[in-house]
């Protein structure tokens, strides 16, 4: 089980803080944001995970530095993901970011077509998919996140039954501050905290593709 301490918004000192008490890995969401830390950390211990909405024109701002993006969800984002990567002469790890809440306002693929995605995935030789990732419905309640995260358990043996050359199912990235425990109980990989961690986020997040 990795835990991800979820940076986005925090001040660096926050983020020095829990380094020195030995966290390694953290998500950020926004890429100007996650560009600015990613450079002041550079040539630490960190792994950095890219775990919000990613727009193709900003995959040069973390792509250097990010060791997993799991928020891809579309074949249109892992396409540009492939060709900056391959110009780079490395490869890129994701996830495949799924819609499994029915909530209008959430993003990720639809359950229905994740298999598909994965085997198109697949084919890009520098794209090297390792899972799954999504969020839970908005709501106070963490038993309300039980189906979601069902859900993507689901999926993940679903593709996995299908043996996918290139593809691994290794990592079910799920689970947030209000219900990391529906999620290990799951079968979460890797979880990402940021309110249990660092404390409340003084602002609603700007949305910084604007
Ligand atoms: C902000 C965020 C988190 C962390 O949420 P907390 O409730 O603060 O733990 C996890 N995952 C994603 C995708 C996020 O945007």
Redesign the pocket.
């Given at each position: 089980m990795l835990l991800i301490a979820?940076s986005?918004t925090y001040p660096l000192a926050a983020i020095e803080e829990a380094l020195a008490c030995g966290q390694r890995d953290f998500?950020e969401?926004f890429a100007q944001e996650a560009r600015e830390k990613f450079q002041r950390f550079s040539g630490t211990s960190m792994r950095w995970h890219f775990?919000?909405h990613l727009q193709t024109n900003k995959i040069k701002y973390i792509i250097d530095d990010v060791s997993l993006i799991?928020?891809v969800d579309s074949i249109r984002l892992a396409d540009a993901l492939e060709e900056a990567a391959k110009k780079r002469n490395r490869n890129i790890d994701i996830l495949l970011e799924v819609h499994t809440t029915g909530e209008a306002t959430k993003t990720g693929m639809p359950p229905e077509q994740t298999v598909d995605v994965a085997r198109q995935i697949a084919r890009l030789p520098h794209v090297r998919l390792q899972g799954l990732?999504t969020?839970g419905p908005l709501t106070e309640h963490p038993e309300d996140s039980r189906q979601s995260f069902k859900l993507l358990a689901d999926l993940r043996r679903a593709i996995e039954a299908e043996h996918v050359d290139g593809v691994t199912m290794r990592h079910l990235s799920m689970g947030?501050?209000?219900d990391?425990r529906v999620a290990i109980e799951e079968g979460a990989t890797m979880l990402?905290?940021?309110?249990?961690?660092?404390g409340k986020?003084a602002d609603t997040?700007v949305d910084e593709q604007k």
């Open positions: 979820v986005k998500g969401n775990i919000g799991h928020s990732m969020m947030m501050t209000h990391f990402r905290i940021g309110t249990a961690i660092f986020r997040v």
